[in-house]
Each structure stands twice: as C-alpha cells, then as structure tokens.
C-alpha cells in the first residue's frame, strides 16, 4: 500500500467489521498511510525490503510468504486486496462461514468499478455513499481463500494458480472497486503515482491519464451500464 490515505479510512472501517488481523504491507509511502495504520488496533503493519517503484513480482513473493507465516493455523480465510478494493455481501460472516462448511479452498468475487461524481466525504462506510457501479469482470479475482492452500497469483492478481483440483468458487461476494471518484481524484491520483510508472515517459503517462478520463466521463455523461451496487 502506497500513499492512501485518503482511502485507508474507508478501508480499515469495512474490513474491521469482519477481519480479525488486518496486515499491510508499507509501500515507501510518504503520506500518513503508516501512520493511520499503526493506529487501528487490527492492524499490522509489514515492511517491503526493496526499492521504490510498483515492483509486482516481489509484491507477490512478499504476500506469499507472509499469509503462509502468520495465517496458517490461525486463519479460515485470507483475502489479498488492493487500498481501493472492498470485498462486500451485508452477511459476509455467513457466506464465508458456509463456504468454509462446504470444505471450499477458494473464492472468486464479482467485479465492479465505483464510480462517483463528487469524491465522497461519509464518516461511515463509503459504499453507503457511492453505491453506482458497472460490471467489470476483469475484476472476479480469485483473492480469498484458505490459508492451507499455496497460491499464486498474476500480475494484479487478476488471476491465480491453485493446486491441482481445486477451483476458484464465485461466492456470493462482490468486489467494488473504488478507483473513479471524481474526475479530481482521477488526475490527482494518477499524477501522484507517474515516478511509479517505471517504463514509461510523459507522453505515456499523460495518454494513459487521458484514457481513464474518458472512460470516467463517458460513464458520467450516458450512465450506460451503471448500477446500484450496494
């Protein structure tokens, strides 16, 4: 996790409803992401070992290996999200508790990206105040699963490799994306990551800024294919 701390409130407030341990790994951040997170009392806050940049690979090898030292024995499920990633149903106890009856390894969730006209402001929990969304199924991850299995994933964990004869279960699990929340927070945020954006130069940057900008205002103007999520 990098620089979120505008979204690590909203994180924390839904994932402390349910989540016994909420480990985060601290990206460099410059911001107060640290700091926030040290205060919650669920959290527990773990240090990459490399240089600065969106290193996907050693991102990866870092979580790996952590889920296997801290929630194996300990843990029914592990979940592997993103800061603007929540994993929703109102009864998420219950039909992680069924799934868990049923001898499941693994879950897959049903993607949609949030979208929001004004950035939200709610002391409480975000879906509560941006509830449109549309489909997206290039986010139905497969990111929850149980610790006693050994995952792999893909490059934003778009997709995983499980062991031989287990399958990822779609669950009555929705994962709203928060990434278009306000055109603002669009360019804002995309500015604040370009150092990331190794590979790339301006004129890539400034293209890819653009593209989520028009897919943003489109949704805006026409509405098509917007729903109630939540």
């Known amino acids: 996790m990098w620089n979120e ?12 409803t349910f989540a016994d341990t909420i480990f985060i790994f601290n990206d460099h951040s410059t911001d107060r992401t640290a700091e926030i997170a040290k205060a919650h009392p669920k959290v527990r806050l773990l240090d990459f070992n490399y240089d600065p940049g969106l290193h996907e690979d050693n991102f990866n090898d870092c979580f790996i290996k952590s889920y296997k030292q801290y929630s194996r024995g300990v843990a029914d499920w592990v979940m592997c999200v993103d ?8 009864d998420i106890v219950g039909v992680l508790s069924e799934q868990h009856r049923r ?3 693994a879950l ?25 969304g549309t489909r997206s199924r290039g986010y139905d991850k497969p990111i929850v699963f149980s610790p006693e299995i050994d995952i792999k994933f893909g490059i934003g964990r778009h ?13 009555k699990l929705t994962l709203l994306h928060y990434r278009y929340l306000s055109r603002d927070y669009i360019i804002e945020r995309n500015a604040k990551s370009f150092p990331r954006w190794f590979g790339m130069d301006d004129k890539q940057k400034q ?7 028009k897919w943003y205002d489109n949704a805006i103007k026409t509405g098509q294919d917007l729903v109630e999520v939540v």
Do not use: W
């Open 207 to 213: 293209y890819r800024t653009n593209g989520a900008l």
């Open 159 to 171: 997709t995983a490799q499980l062991p031989p004869g287990i399958q990822a279960h779609k669950a």
């Open 108 to 132: 897959k969730c049903t993607g949609y990206i949030m979208v929001s006209e004004k950035l939200p402001t709610t002391k409480g929990q975000i879906y509560d105040e941006c509830k449109i």
């Open 83 to 90: 800061a603007d990633e929540l994993i929703y149903n109102r």
């Open 5 to 16: 701390e505008y979204l690590l409130p909203y994180f924390l407030r839904h994932y402390s």
């Open 103 to 105: 001898g499941i390894k």
